[in-house]
DNA sequence: TTGACGTTTAGATAATCAACTAAATATAAC
DNA sequence: GTTATATTTAGTTGATTATCTAAACGTCAA
């Protein structure tokens, strides 16, 4: 618990705010399903991924191909963080909004979601 | 307590977490005399006291020339995550050794301090 | 009222950061 | 083994940010 300004500024992002609300209400969520979500490239997924990682809010599991995230709950100083955020993300109505739509990631396996996303992928390619 | 992202990322900086710190120390604190604490120059020190202020973290008061600033206790939101600020940074030994330093700025009134700092300033200046 | 001084704002600059694409890595399926 | 696929890493780019100096603003004192 020593770089707080490391801490704090991991979660000075919106889309990083948004990871940490969406594992909030699921437990687990691949990478794919948080890339999917957040909207935003694989790789900027990873990256937030990483910064939360580092921050100590979010631990990894690995499972075959798959990376599944989850948050962290060793750490006491981290736990009362995410408890306050927890609190405070409730008056964030546009956040809200956009977690009902998380919905449509979580209702399927990680395995259905990225063959739905390359089906929308190829879509969009050939119009 | 709507943006969460601009609250957490107002802690994201080290020089802001000092002054927070700092206030936590001195129930109140000239623009000088974090100006001088901090080791930047006035201008930076009043953006950092601005971005805290709209963040909501300090209040000021105007006293003639000089503006004090201090901790605002008035919205519940931030005042819990000021407690966890608090108890976190009690570890951090890096800063605790800057704080011992904190005591040179506070020992004597903001004027006193200016003649000082004034001092300083032309004896670098002519050697 | 003029000058000095504390503070803030404006403008410039270098560093940091979030985003992307492409390449690399690792695993599963054929 | 080879290919497809999930994830991460590298490298690039545009935006944001922390810092500085200089100028502006507001207040006090002579």
């Not at 995410?82 to 919905?103: A, Q, Y």
Request: net charge positive; hydrophobic share 35%; with cysteine.
């Amino acid at each position: 618990m020593k770089h707080i300004d490391k801490i704090c500024k991991a979660l000075g992002d919106r889309n990083r705010l948004r990871i940490i609300a969406s594992l909030f209400l699921s437990k687990e969520l691949c990478a794919c399903q948080i890339h999917e979500w957040l909207g935003v490239s694989g790789a900027t997924a990873s990256n937030h991924l990483g910064i939360l990682a580092n921050a100590g809010f979010i631990s990894s599991r690995k499972d075959g191909k798959w990376v599944h995230y989850r948050l962290n709950r060793t750490d006491p100083g981290i736990q009362s963080l995410l408890k306050w955020v927890k609190k405070n993300i409730s008056n964030d109505t546009e956040l809200n909004l956009e977690l009902d739509k998380l919905k449509l990631v979580t209702d399927c396996s990680p395995i259905e979601l990225r063959i739905r996303q390359r089906k929308e992928k190829s879509k969009t390619l050939c119009c």
